[in-house]
């Protein structure tokens, strides 16, 4: 399903799942290139937030990543990490691969399992006394 998503969107989800807490104290910038449509993301960690642009990319960043939008859904969701990315050659990195690797390492991750509307038995009890 993530695969689908526009890239736009696709860093977006990157953005809400960031753990603000844990990148308080940490600013930096990252080129993104998806190599299966030629697009080019420059994601920018800054006050506790994460933003993205797309364009051709900044002139200095930490890491400028190559990678297919399927690599970029797998290490959102765990299926694999960076280290396994690059022994299987699915992506190219310039500069500092840590900076990479913590970004991902600073996600929050969510249960997908989970109630959507569950029933209240406080109020079932007032409705069935009116």
């Not at 696709?10 to 299966?36: E, M, P, Q, S, T």
């Not at 990543?65 to 960076?82: G, Q, Y």
Request: hydrophobic fraction near 45%.
């Amino acid at each position: 399903m993530l695969t689908a998503l526009t890239s736009e969107a696709l860093c977006y989800f990157v953005a809400v799942r960031l753990n603000g807490a844990k990148v308080a104290d940490l600013h930096w910038k990252i080129n993104w290139h998806l190599a299966d449509s030629d697009e080019c993301r420059v994601v920018n960690l800054q006050n506790c937030t994460l933003t993205h642009s797309s364009g051709q990319g900044a002139a200095v960043v930490v890491a400028s990543v190559r990678a297919s939008r399927e690599m970029i859904v797998a290490l959102n969701v765990r299926r694999t990490n960076f280290s396994e990315a690059v022994v299987a050659g699915n992506r190219a990195i310039d500069g500092e691969q840590g900076v990479v690797e913590k970004l991902f390492a600073l996600l929050d991750h969510f249960t997908t399992m989970f109630d959507v509307v569950a029933p209240s038995l406080g109020q079932e009890k007032e409705g069935a006394e009116s």
